[in-house]
Structure formats: C-alpha cells, structure tokens
C-alpha cells in the first residue's frame, strides 16, 4: 500500500514576541500556525523552540501550545529554571488563562466542564471523551461577551490534557470557532483560523520565588 504524503505545516512568519526576559525564563506569544517543537518529517523542523535557540541556545520546553493555538509561553533558560517550572506544571500550581470565541450563545455566566480525555487511537491525534478509560480532565469558564451566534469565554483549564479545551468546549455543544478538529462544518467556516488563545500565566519564579505572571492580549 502506498503511503499517503507526509502533512507539511504551513510555516507561520509572523515573529516571535519576547514579553518578558530575565537570566532564567522568558515569557513569548507563539503565532498562530507555529509549532512549538519540531515535527517529525524534516520540512516540518521551523518551530518556537529551533527559532529562539539561535538567540538562547540554552532555552528548553517546559509546556506546548497546540499548532492552532496562539498565546503566551514560559521558556526555561537553563535546567535548574526547567526542573522547578515543570514541577509546578506537574503540581498544577500554574495559573493559566485563555480566550476563546465558541459557537453560539452559552447561557450559563460561568461553569465547569468535569469530562475525562483519552486518546482516539482508530483517528489520531484526535481525542475523546472516554469515561471508562479517560484521563480527569476539568476546565472552568467564565462568559465575556454574548453575540447572538457566539460567545467569548474565559477558560481556566485546570488539567493539561491534550486538546482538552477544544473537546470540552465541542462537548456542551459549544465548538471553538475555526476548530478543524472538533467544531461542526458552521462553526469551522466562521473564522479563518482557531479563537483560542493563552492570554495569562502565572507561577513561581524560580530563583526569587516570587510570583510571576505575564499577559498576552488576543487578537481577535
């Protein structure tokens, strides 16, 4: 059987943002349609991580935003930054925040979403809502903005599973629009790209042990 052509991702030349900078992390808004490790196919190599290693050839990943996904990143600047900041990932001591525009209108002001994550292996990277074998999975939103065909949601995942906003949100029948993954044929054709954003971050600083928290508005 023949093998289907490898998936080449579009290469994003939008820059990366450097918001904040000190001797141990950066905080940096990934662009949309940039990967933030490298793929697996060589012409897949462009990402966040190759690109800030020509300037900080010591930066590492400590956390991922999807492809789609734009928004706000903490990257480690040496092993010591990155063993502590994985270790509140891991603790769920990091606060993180995104924006994200769904279809239609959400009538609850604020609410839960307690659905537990597996991978779909019969169509990967998919995922889905598996009860028997699934992951816990929670996301806590906030409404915004209600137009008569979407809302604008605060999400505050509370978990990290992968995709867990957009199979959540597509769940309670709210699709993130623009999602070529979980949103229905209407709510994919209303927006160019994927509303979802990382917006704030927030967790302990390595050395100082302050709290350090960073913003990056969305653009749309």
């Given at each position: 059987m023949q093998q289907p052509p490898p998936y080449l991702v579009p290469h994003s030349q939008e820059a990366?943002?450097?918001?904040?900078?000190?001797?141990?992390?950066?905080?940096?808004?990934?662009?949309?349609?940039?990967?933030?490790?490298?793929g697996r196919h060589p012409l897949n190599?462009?990402?966040?991580?190759?690109?800030?290693?020509?300037?900080?050839?010591?930066?590492?990943?400590?956390?991922?935003?999807?492809?789609?996904?734009?928004?706000i990143m903490v990257i480690p600047l040496n092993k010591a930054s990155h063993a502590h900041i994985s270790r509140q990932f891991q603790q769920r001591r990091v606060e993180k925040s995104?924006?994200?525009?769904?279809?239609?209108?959400v009538e609850r002001d604020?609410?839960?979403i307690d659905l537990p994550i597996a991978p779909d292996w019969a169509d990967r990277p998919r995922q889905k809502i598996c009860h028997d074998r699934g992951k816990s999975a929670l996301?806590?939103?906030?409404?915004?903005q209600r137009l008569p065909d979407r809302t604008r949601l605060l999400l505050q995942p509370v978990t990290g599973r992968s995709h867990q906003?957009?199979?959540?949100?597509?769940?309670?029948?709210h699709p993130i629009l623009g999602c070529d993954m979980y949103a229905h044929a209407a709510a994919l054709a209303m927006a160019d790209r994927l509303l979802l954003h990382a917006t704030e971050l927030g967790f302990e600083h390595p050395t100082s042990g302050a709290w350090i928290s960073g913003e990056s508005a969305a653009d749309f």
């Open positions: 990366i943002q450097i918001l904040y900078e000190d001797e141990d992390l950066l905080l940096v808004r990934k662009p949309h349609l940039l990967l933030t490790i490298p190599r462009d990402c966040l991580i190759t690109r800030l290693q020509q300037r900080y050839p010591d930066a590492s990943i400590v956390h991922r935003l999807d492809l789609d996904t734009s928004g995104y924006h994200a525009i769904v279809y239609g209108k604020s609410g839960e996301t806590r939103f906030t409404v915004l906003l957009r199979i959540h949100l597509s769940t309670i029948g």
